[in-house]
């Protein structure tokens, strides 16, 4: 069915047989533009292996400075019992 509405916007906002295209069109084009910058955003992050290596280096400090603040501990313990058995 052809419109009786040659390009003009204002006249298709009012007209009841274009009831909310141009909203509906809007709309859509807004859409349109979060779509494209959640994607660039998530283009914009590091690589997968990146992360990896950064988290098992993270863990491998943390596993470390565990073992070397319990091996403390641990020397301190055994210099406390053997005081007392001397």
């Not at 007209?15 to 910058?37: F, M, P």
């Not at 955003?41 to 280096?57: D, E, H, K, M």
Request: overall charge negative.
């Amino acid at each position: 069915m052809k419109s009786p509405h040659q390009n003009n916007e204002e006249e298709m906002a009012n007209c009841t047989y274009h009831s909310g295209i141009v909203a509906d069109i809007a709309n859509l084009k807004k859409s349109d533009d979060e779509q494209w910058d959640a994607i660039k955003a998530l283009q914009n992050r590091l690589p997968i292996w990146a992360t990896l290596v950064i988290s098992i280096l993270t863990f491998s400090l943390g596993a470390t400075l565990t073992y070397a603040s319990l091996a403390i501990k641990m020397t301190e313990v055994s210099k406390g019992i053997s005081f007392l058995i001397q």
